[in-house]
């Protein structure tokens, strides 16, 4: 399965030579540090621990995003899901060079055409921290609306330093499904 965008094209399932890059962008802090299981990431030792993690973690459907110059940049995915009712989008621009150009508004878009078209699920929900500005902006700005705020709920890596963190819950629903 393919699904391509203007900038970017997103490729169903990693490769083995995706990992060793994975692993290095899982231990900088400045990537990953508003994710709730940063200090897992940081804690993997080598290529076959990320391997069992990501398995562990993505139950539902990954896709590899790619440049066009086939550069592997990051990965995205739909996760958890509860039949067609909803399921959970996770996005990861890896490579600090892609980030503020857009690129996350195209994938987020593709993904949702994917899940409510392709899928017929019936609502996309999500997760990040309420620090996390840029995505919480990307995320409104494609219609996802705030539902809950867990206050702290996770410890992540802001501004230079370890901060307790709440989780903001936040969802779109299938327009056609409602
Ligand atoms: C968060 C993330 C997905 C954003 O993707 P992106 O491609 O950089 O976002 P976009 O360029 O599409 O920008 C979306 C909006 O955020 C805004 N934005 C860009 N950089 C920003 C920043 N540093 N702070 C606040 N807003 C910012 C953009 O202005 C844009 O809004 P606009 O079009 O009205 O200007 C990406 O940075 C990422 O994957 N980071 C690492 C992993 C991560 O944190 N994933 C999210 C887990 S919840």
């Given at each position: 399965m393919k699904l391509t965008g203007e900038k970017i094209y997103l490729?169903?399932?990693l490769v083995e030579e995706n990992y060793p890059r994975l692993l290095r962008w899982f231990h900088d802090l400045e990537i990953m540090g508003y994710i709730g299981w940063v200090k897992k990431g940081l804690a993997l030792k080598?290529?076959?621990?990320?391997?069992a993690y990501i398995a562990e973690l993505e139950d539902?459907?990954?896709?590899?995003?790619?440049?066009?110059?086939?550069?592997?940049?990051?990965?995205t995915s739909l996760s958890d899901f509860v039949g067609k009712e909803e399921c959970e989008f996770g996005i990861f621009?890896?490579?600090?060079?892609?980030?503020?150009k857009?690129?996350?508004?195209?994938?987020?878009?593709l993904m949702l055409?994917?899940?409510?078209?392709?899928?017929?699920?019936?609502?996309?929900?999500l997760t990040t921290s309420e620090f996390h500005d840029h995505a919480i902006k990307l995320y409104e700005k494609v219609g996802f609306r705030k539902t809950n705020l867990i206050p702290n709920d996770r410890t992540i890596?802001?501004?230079?330093?370890?901060?307790?963190?709440?989780?903001?819950?936040?969802?779109?629903r299938n327009k056609r499904g409602q």
């Open positions: 490729k169903e399932g080598d290529v076959s621990e990320l391997k539902g459907i990954i896709f590899g995003v790619y440049d066009y110059a086939d550069k592997f940049i990051g990965y621009i890896l490579d600090k060079n892609y980030w503020g857009g690129i996350g508004l195209e994938i987020t878009n055409d994917y899940a409510f078209n392709d899928l017929q699920i019936k609502k996309v929900v890596f802001h501004n230079g330093e370890w901060v307790l963190s709440g989780t903001v819950e936040m969802e779109i």
